[in-house]
């Protein structure tokens, strides 16, 4: 499938280390702010994290360059709003799902989360080159780690925003530490599964599913 632009969504709830410099507010503010994003997106597709310049990026979004230092400090702020917008539309697309299965379990819940990851990586631009941080080589001014939040590393904080979705199904005090063991652990296999076959090998993502449905199984019900 053809990756298509991040349609706007919610920012995530904690602002990104090196984010937008300020939010817009007016319309057309948002649109500017908006298809910087998407510009972004589209050449991480074309020419990868290296060969991505803020110069371009404003070139393709027919902005003025000085109004996108107004919104973000540079690469590593541009790089980290699309990964927190890409954040928040896996978060609005994985409480859609959940909320469309009724109560699913926790091996119901991985295969959705999963399964929404996929699909982001299939038709999202640039999303196989950043998803919620950096995959491909980092560049030396990014602080690939924290694009998502000043403290956290990239998968801790989307651990914290996966079990609050969860909500009841998580709520044992083990789950904290399991999900970000989870994150890491699907983290590491879907990029194999996306390595191995540009659509993502079907039996790599089994196993995904397999391996973080097995673990979480595991969790005691209280420390």
């Known amino acids: 499938m053809t990756p298509q632009p991040a349609a706007p969504s919610a920012p995530a709830s904690r ?8 939010r817009p507010v007016q319309q057309r503010s948002q649109e500017r702010y908006e298809r910087l994003l ?27 360059i000085g109004t996108l230092y107004q919104f973000f400090a540079g690469k590593e702020g541009l790089l980290a709003a699309l990964a927190e917008r890409n954040l928040a539309r896996f978060l609005d697309g994985l409480t859609r799902r959940v909320a469309a299965a009724g109560h699913p379990d926790v091996a119901g819940f991985t295969d959705l989360a999963v399964e929404e990851f ?20 980092v560049p030396a001014e990014v602080d690939d780690l924290h694009l ?21 199904l998580f709520a044992a005090p083990g789950y904290a ?22 659509d993502g090998d ?9 391996l973080v449905c097995s673990y979480l199984a595991e969790v005691p019900a209280a420390d």
């Open 15 to 22: 602002a990104p280390a090196a984010g937008a410099r300020r």
């Open 38 to 64: 998407d510009a972004c997106a589209g050449l991480l597709d074309e020419v990868g994290t290296a060969g991505l310049t803020t110069k371009e990026v404003a070139l393709r979004a027919e902005v003025p």
């Open 118 to 137: 996929v699909a982001m990586k299939r038709t999202v631009a640039g999303f196989g080159h950043l998803d919620f941080g950096l995959v491909d080589a």
């Open 148 to 168: 998502l939040d000043a403290e956290l590393d990239n998968n801790a904080a989307v651990a914290v925003r996966l079990r609050t979705i969860g909500g009841g």
């Open 177 to 198: 530490l399991a999900l970000r063991v989870a994150m890491e652990c699907a983290d590491a296999v879907l990029k194999l599964a996306f390595r191995a076959d540009p």
């Open 202 to 210: 079907p039996a790599l993502i089994g196993e995904c599913k397999r």
